[in-house]
């Protein structure tokens, strides 16, 4: 019932700037993100995955309204943010060669990099899976990604331990730990590394992958599906205005034509030319009098040639009037 919908002590208050750059990002996970944290709860009231919820806590970070150090996501059953892994002793490796689940894993990582593995390699691959708690094919699919991350750099080039403890920590933070939600996560950093490169290529002639601060622009961008055409105008567009590249600033003219429909450099043209003022040639004002007379004399109303005529007969009637003899 709509008389439901605001019960007395139950009403959120926004600041009228909060209202004014979220409604100017134009991301609507942003504000839902926004309402969650002002009406006290956690980004757990939404239906959303790890990344989906960082990407629009970016964006609030961004836009002021977040300060980087403020927890959003509930609270998971994990360990401490400061909590440091075991120090894993050669007893310990020792005994989880007897794990039916990581076992296998160690001939199997051996293989995808192409080496035997040595005791601190043995060390940090027990970590991944005691400490983080990735399961083996979840570590797998994340060791091959790695692999493949460090053969673009160069013929013969191989990751390490080392660098896939690095990401393994990323991804049980951002909460992949299944073997789908590392798919998930994989195309979506391959799509992003793909056409973020052509984007930058395109924007700023820079052949390079997007950095982190520049990836969830590019998402919405891509995920929003913007032409070459679009994004160099909306470029230009940015560079006129403030002088000067800001990526909030694109995004935001982006995000404006995204609201309106409009896909293509022409249609954004046409439909600015239809909120110019249209041009009219000032008209003559009317005349509140007779045309002036030919010679440039100024115009004499009859009634008044007449109250004229009028008042010198009267004072020539008068007794006393000057210049008549008495």
Known sequence: MAKDLLLPGNIIGLHRKAVEKLSKSGNGDAALLYLCLAAGQTSGALPWGAERVEAARSVLIQLGLLRSDTPVAPQRPVKLADERP??????????????????????????LLGKILSPSDLKILYMIYDFLGLP???????????NEKAKKGGPGRTTTLPLIRR???????AGITTLDAADAHLQRMSRLDSRGTEILQLLFGESRTPVPQERDYLESWIRLGFSDELLLLARDRTLFN?????????????????????TTPAAVEATERGRRPVYQKPQ??????????????????????????????????????PGKEP
Not at 86 to 111: C, G, R, W
Not at 300 to 306: E, F, I, P, T
Request: charged share 20%; with cysteine.
């Open 284 to 321: 003559a004002r009317p005349s509140a009098g007779p045309s002036p007379a030919p010679s440039g004399a100024s115009p004499v109303a009859s009634s008044d040639v007449d109250r004229m005529f009028q008042e010198l007969a009267r004072a020539a009637q008068s007794p006393g009037t």
């Open 136 to 146: 083996p094919e979840v570590i797998l699919t994340l060791a091959g990604w790695c």
């Open 242 to 262: 403030l002088q000067e590249f800001k990526w909030s600033y694109m995004n935001s003219i982006l995000n404006r034509w995204h609201k309106e429909g409009l």
């Open 86 to 111: 075991p120090e894993y002793t050669s007893e310990d490796i020792a005994q989880a060669m007897n794990n039916e689940k990581f076992k296998p894993l160690v001939p199997a990582m051996e293989h």
């Open 167 to 173: 990401e393994a920590v990323k991804w049980e933070k």
